[in-house]
């Protein structure tokens, strides 16, 4: 991404953040990765002023839904989930050197919709991808296991993982505190896992 100025930042809103990694980095969904990922966001998904709330690993790309009280938290919030997702590649794949492409991008989410769409682009981008490649997109009701969807409580009906992955054994989130993430977004309906994202 250019070094274009951020987007105005506004106190209690929820953002959505996307981190690419450079092109010599292995796949992020790789199943020793995403459960490094998952214990070393574990520590660090609540930093008082800023929160990890959702998240998705894709191929070459990160995105998140995140917290901050202000532009200074954001800053610093990405600072360190940043770092704890360079340090975890370069553990799982043996490597060095950098792993992210250049600096993240942050849309701030300012209404019910926005944030419903944003969560249902996190969560099921997954379907999206696969869609665009034009693999076909199983009806099975399961969300993806390389994503923040275990610890989700706004699935519409019984669901499961995808591909029957085990469940992590610590949870990498932190609870939404925003009115917008918490309640606002239930407005514009709760999440079928078998949505396809921008498809509609």
């Known amino acids: 991404m250019r070094h274009l100025s951020r987007e105005p930042f506004a106190r209690g809103l929820p953002c959505h953040v996307t981190l690419k990694v450079r092109e010599d980095v292995p796949s992020l969904r790789s199943v020793p990765l995403v459960r490094e990922v998952e214990r070393s966001f574990s520590q660090a998904c609540e930093r008082g002023e800023f929160r990890v709330v959702h998240y ?6 990160a995105h998140l839904i995140v917290e901050a009280v202000d532009r200074r938290s954001l800053g610093r919030g990405m600072k360190s989930v940043a770092a704890r997702l360079a340090r975890a590649v ?3 794949f043996a490597r060095s050197g950098p792993v992210l492409a250049d600096r993240y991008h942050v849309r701030v989410l300012r209404t019910p919709r926005e944030v419903r ?22 009806r099975a009701v399961g969300f993806d296991p390389a994503s923040s969807g275990w610890w989700f409580d706004g ?3 019984e669901v499961t993982v995808s591909g029957g992955a085990s469940p992590p054994s610590c949870r990498a989130v932190s609870a ?12 514009r309906g709760l999440l079928s896992p078998a949505e396809v994202p921008g498809s509609g």
């Open 117 to 138: 769409n944003a969560l249902a682009y996190v969560l099921l981008n997954a379907r999206k991808h696969a869609a665009r490649a034009g693999k076909r997109i199983s």
């Open 56 to 61: 998705s690993l894709q191929g070459n790309h």
């Open 176 to 187: 939404p505190r925003s009115w917008l993430l918490s309640v606002g977004w239930r407005r």
């Open 90 to 92: 370069n553990r799982v």
């Open 155 to 157: 699935w519409r009906g």
